[in-house]
């Protein structure tokens, strides 16, 4: 295992991260995405799977719920900005988001 820290994304790496993210944008120096499910249960579901997943990965969103709405934060304090680290959840997230929502 590698414990290389993070290195911050170019802005041009980031712009095209953020275009192949459907939904997600840049917004006060972090990758942003907000969604809506169905209802709370569905939107608890989805940060109960999104969880496993940024434990594996050793790396932890800044989100906030509120019945069947989810806002989600991602970017790595270390590196100071936008790293791989946070794209590659942004990735797993929507994959998740996608089951969740039936798309």
Known sequence: MSNAKPVKLSEAEIASAVSKL?????????????YAFIDFVAAFAFM???ALVAQAMDHHPEWFNV??????DLATHDA????ALDVKLAYSMEELAER???K
């Open 80 to 83: 100071g900005g936008i790293t």
């Open 100 to 102: 969740q929502l039936g």
């Open 22 to 34: 459907p939904g997600w944008k840049v917004e006060d120096g972090k990758l942003h995405r907000e």
């Open 67 to 72: 019945w069947n709405k989810v806002r989600i």
């Open 48 to 50: 109960s799977g999104a």
